[in-house]
């Protein structure tokens, strides 16, 4: 593969002269800034159809254009870019958590509510997904429950891929990097007839890991992946529009590039186990929605449907010896059904009401090799999840003054939590049943509201909002005591202030927002007794606040910069561990107290010159940190910061691009953990560069 790598960076290079595409309608230059006015673009995560500038809510907005420019490909490569966003680079896509505002969960269902095309990822195991034509990413934060209701705690994630109604014609991509990276994409969008149109796009992504286990010397985050995503629009009537999106992503990946952290040098040393680990991952998703628009009002159904079938081979002592080995493997069958009714027009009230249910269904099996004990056993999971609710959402402009405008919003939310148990067990050559039993049902019932005020002003906006949030209890898949098989709901009042305002005839933007997160009964990542697996508990009280802040502007033909900046602190106000140990007043884990990203491009327009039209040039940087790693505040990972540049070449439908990450190699640890008596540590990716060749017909 190293070879096939070399030689297509080789034949890419030799085709400079006719360079890759970009559509101009899914790109801004920034003599176009005025006219890509963010603040009019309709959010469509907030199900009312409000645009950016008027919607009570601390907003990030990223464009195709951004997602490229940016060579975002991945959730996790949006973290610090959005500020108070954090997805690190765990061992796999497995394990995928997400971090908004110091809200996360690192196992379980997540505390941020992802949705991919309207079909919402309940697992978390599903959000490290492979990124192609992806027309817009939107993130909310704060809690969504109004509307979302579950998993929304620290905010919702929507994001929106290509669509034949907005673009017509083909786009073919190729791209090459270090580190033997090779991604190759097409896709097809236009219409079949005059009332139908039709997408069909497909990827396929290969590198040979970052990362060389001394034990075998070979990488052990090997990749290959490939993905499909059709659609099709049928505008049945003036009235009636009828859409299916079907995607899906089988994702092989060599994993766990864990080594001993060693307490001495305050270093890792190199990564050094005997028995390969992996995980494999099968991901579809398909989502039906009808939209009836009446006029006066309209009608949506969304009908969604996921499967996830993935299994984890994993040694998990990550030493030369074989202690421990685990298989794991889960069964996913995710179905959810959402009716919106809402108004429509131009008026001073608006309304919205919605009804939702879900089922979950998952088999979930776990393995474990212990030979050190002389054991191995098998536990078995027949669990299932259902839900119900309904919510509804009021807008009133012109509240009590003129331009001042509330919104609220309630939910009323139930579950039902339905777990089966079997654990099997040899031991010295015997054979045992240690349970087979099915569990009482966890059951909730809760009332989700949500306040908003946005007073408007020519060049302003200025917003409060006062909301609750909840995630749901559960059960834990590991567990070793009968007061560790469940843990309690959590909850959160959110208090956030904010303006959204334009300067110098709209070509400087700037959005400041603060926060205040009053958090109750938070579920907390633990380590079982035996150090084999994780569980949550419930912590106590803990407290977030912060800051977010945003500029972009455009103040020359040709030249772009943005920031955005977030300040979270997360702490412990009360959380009592046992007798002789409580964390008060220590910083939350796993919670990075900065992000900062810092964006500037330069275009040249270039004239009477034909092979080539624009060179455009980027440059970013991101900085994350610090970050500790364990309650007891005793291992961190200090501020560090990434700078990544890329370098377009454009000659109408055509560009090439080359581009570096990570240019100054910075050492930073992505991910840090305690187990059997061990610290662990997974470094962040080295430096890489590549090129990007595309086209569009």
Sequence with gaps: MKK???????????????????????????????????????IKASKDNVTYRSIPASVSVMSSADLYDNEIRTLSSVTATAANFFMPEYGSKLTSPVYIRGIGSRINSPSV??????????????????????KKIEILRGPQGTLFGRNTMGGIINIVTLSPVDYSGTRLNVSAGSYGTVSTGAGYYGKLNSKTSFS???????????????????????????GIRNRIIVEASEKLTIENIAGLEMSYQGGYPYAIFNDSTKTAENINYNQ??????????DALLVRYNHGNFEVTSTSSYQYLDDIQNIDQDFTVDSLYFVAQTQKQHMLSQEIIARS?????????????????????????????QKMDYLKEYDHSISGAALFHQSSLSDFIIKNLSLTAGLRVDTENDRLGYFYDRTFNGNYAVVADTLYPSLQSLEIIPRFALNYRTANADFYAVIARGYKTGGFNSTFERPEDLTFS????WNYEAGIKSSFFRKKLHADLAVFYINWKNQQIYQTVPSGRGSMLKNAGHSVSKGVEVSLSTAPL????????????????????YNETTNYNGNRLPYIPRNTVALGATKTFYINGFRPLEKIRFNVRYRGTGSIYWNEENTYSQPY?????????????????????????????????????????VQMGRPFQTGINLSANF
């Design 489 to 492: 709901p959590e909850f959160s």
């Design 4 to 42: 096939y790598y070399y030689l297509t960076y080789i034949i890419l290079s030799f085709f400079s002269a006719e360079i890759i595409a970009q559509d101009h309608d899914l790109r801004a230059d920034s003599m176009y800034l005025d006219q890509v006015e963010l603040r009019e673009v309709v």
């Design 640 to 680: 560090y910061g990434l700078t990544d540049l890329k370098l377009s070449l454009i000659k109408g439908d055509f560009q090439l691009d080359i581009w570096a990450k990570n240019i100054l190699n910075t050492e930073y640890q992505s991910f840090f953990f305690e187990a059997l008596g061990n610290k662990y």
């Design 344 to 372: 429509s027009g131009s008026r001073k009230y608006n309304w919205l009401f919605g009804a939702y249910g879900f089922h979950q269904a998952f088999d979930n099996g776990v393995g474990v090799d212990a030979w050190a």
């Design 113 to 134: 509510g992802l949705y991919v095309d309207y079909v919402p990822y309940f697992e978390k195991a599903a959000f490290g997904f492979d990124f192609f034509d992806i």
């Design 557 to 576: 033909r040709g030249f772009e910069f943005d920031l955005a900046y977030g300040l979270t602190n997360a702490e412990f106000i009360s959380y009592v």
């Design 276 to 285: 390969y680990s992996s995980y494999d991952r099968v991901l579809f998703s």
């Design 200 to 226: 069909l796009a497909v990827n396929y992504l290969h590198n040979d890991g970052f990362y060389t286990n001394e034990f075998t010397d070979k990488e052990v985050d090997r990749l290959n992946s490939y």
